[in-house]
Nanobody
Framework: DVQLQASGGGLAQAGGSLRLSCAAS????????VGWFRKAPGKEREGVSC????????YYADSVKGRLTITTDTAKRTVYLQMNNLKPEDTAVYYC????????????????????WGQGTKVTVSS
């Protein structure tokens, strides 16, 4: 079965940084849209960022623009989310998800578009 393994979460202070990783196995990674979603306590899960592995096209939610950077290493089948200048409101469980096809073929905020999901990694940002 296709597997996604999210890692890299932890505790950080406001203004600090974390790097999340999403490692994929058992599927072709060269034409996939990989998104990061997060679910904060008491809130709905929301889309944060997405990248197309075939051309590196990216998307960011307005709330994270300028602070988060999504990249991909197709040789390692891994997508990274570099999180800088963290804020307490970034506290959430972060999930990566994959859609087979380019970024242009997916509605990035629509969770139903993503067939494959990782298990989540928790990020806690203290003020």
């Amino acid at each position: 079965d296709v597997q996604l393994q999210a890692s890299g979460g932890g505790l950080a202070q406001a203004g600090g940084s974390l790097r999340l990783s999403c490692a994929a196995s058992r599927f072709t990674f060269d034409d996939v849209a990989v998104g990061w979603f997060r679910k904060a306590p008491g809130k709905e899960r929301e889309g944060v960022s997405c990248i197309g592995t075939n051309d590196g096209t990216t998307y960011y939610a307005d709330s994270v623009k300028g602070r988060l950077t999504i990249t991909t290493d197709t040789a390692k089948r891994t997508v990274y989310l570099q999180m800088n200048n963290l804020k307490p409101e970034d506290t959430a469980v972060y999930y990566c998800a994959a859609h087979k096809g380019p970024l242009s073929s997916v509605r990035v905020h629509d969770q139903d578009e993503y067939k494959y999901w990782g298990q989540g990694t928790k990020v806690t940002v203290s003020s």
